[in-house]
């Protein structure tokens, strides 16, 4: 079946610095990709998604692009805030006899001190 | 507000009780979904349905039981043949014919005493 992998964390930077998670995946068909976020105590957010290759996704200061020919997505930020300590998951939509469900990765740690 | 309410926030339960978490949806989503996060596991699929009075099982489905009696209700009970249920749960919702971004409730922690 469809995978996703990403960077193992925990990740921890300084504050301003420039962020980078590596995100690959396994697919037979074209799936839509995302990114979730996760803050401590609650449900999964969706931060931003691309839906075809070579789409750039963004939000928040946040990007990631669809690249079909590496099978990746990996999310980045020019200059990371205390705030954007959370959990990020990568994800992608499988479709299985008519039905969308949404593969994720393990999950990355996010740390950022002031 | 839209959204997905899921109660309660925290549960404790004895070995060998069942217990039901609640999930209610009111963005007249046609699939909901429910979902086991471990530490460091990611999130793996326990259920889910596309329409009402129909369901699937997902990739660790034993040891749990659904309903979708209301478009807007999917409960999940979990079981006492589930092995090892301290977990955190979240309920998921999407519309048919999109992309497959899913909405998440806030989820609910169960621990097993």
């Known amino acids: 079946g469809d995978s996703v992998t990403q960077m193992e964390g925990p990740v921890t930077l300084s504050e301003e610095a420039f962020l980078t998670i590596n995100c690959t995946y396994t697919a037979t068909g074209y799936p839509s990709l995302f990114w979730y976020v996760q803050y401590p105590g609650e449900g999964l957010q969706l931060l931003l998604k691309?839906?075809?290759?070579?789409d750039k996704g963004s939000n928040k200061g946040f990007e990631a692009t669809y690249r079909k020919e590496t099978t990746s997505f990996h999310l980045e930020k020019g200059s990371v805030q205390v705030s954007d300590s959370a959990v990020y998951f990568c994800?992608?939509?499988?479709?299985?006899?008519?039905?969308?469900?949404?593969?994720f990765g393990q999950g990355t740690r996010l740390t950022i001190n002031p | 507000d839209g959204g997905i309410t899921q109660s309660p926030k925290y549960l404790f339960r004895k070995e060998g009780q069942n217990v039901t978490l609640s999930c209610e949806q009111n963005?007249?989503?046609?699939?909901m979904y429910w979902y086991r996060q471990d530490p460091g596991q990611g999130l793996r699929l326990i259920y889910y349905?596309?329409?009402?009075?129909?369901?699937q099982k997902g990739d660790i489905a034993e040891g749990y039981s659904v309903s979708r009696e209301k478009k807007e209700s999917f409960p999940l009970t979990v079981t006492s043949a589930q092995k090892n249920p301290t977990a955190f749960y979240l309920c998921a919702s999407t519309r048919t014919g999109g992309s497959g971004e899913l909405f998440f409730g806030e989820g609910s922690r169960l621990t097993v005493l």
């Open positions: 994800a992608l939509s499988e479709g299985i006899q008519g039905a969308q469900k949404l593969v």
């Open positions: 691309a839906t075809k290759a070579d």
């Open positions: 963005l007249n989503h046609d699939a």
């Open positions: 349905s596309q329409i009402v009075n129909d369901f």
